[in-house]
Nanobody, 119 residues
Framework: QVRLVESGGALVQPGGSQRLSCAAS????????MGWYRQAPGKQRELVAT???????NYADSVKGRFTISRDDAKNTVYLQMNSLKPEDTAVYYC?????????????WGQGTQVTVSS
């Protein structure tokens, strides 16, 4: 079992920046993918950004150029730097880890951290 703990959620003004952190209880270099997802009220959970252990990153179109995912394998921590925040970025942000055991994927999720963008 892998435990993920997010932090950094806050109330932020439009145009502001915030950094989220996700601390893992396991070695994240062993994870195939680390990612951030978000869920706004009344909406489905959606992908924000992912980072593979091969160094590839992927972003939702809505956050490209504004958000950056990074990982510190030595600290077993993944970050999401969010710039130029918009009210539509308001959501609960979840950290996800996925590892492959042979061909079977195992997913793990954090409890989420609230980001509210409002003046």
């Amino acid at each position: 079992q892998v435990r993920l703990v997010e932090s950094g959620g806050a109330l932020v003004q439009p145009g502001g920046s915030q950094r989220l952190s996700c601390a893992a209880s396991a070695t994240i270099s062993s994870m195939y993918v680390m990612g951030w997802y978000r869920q706004a009220p009344g909406k489905q959970r959606e992908l924000v950004a992912t980072s593979t252990n091969g160094g590839s990153t992927n972003y939702a179109d809505s956050v490209k150029g504004r958000f950056t995912i990074s990982r510190d394998d030595a600290k077993n921590t993944v970050y999401l730097q969010m710039n130029s925040l918009k009210p539509e970025d308001t959501a609960v942000y979840y950290c996800q880890a996925m590892r492959m055991v042979y061909v079977t994927p195992y997913e793990y999720w954090g409890q989420g951290t609230q980001v509210t963008v409002s003046s």
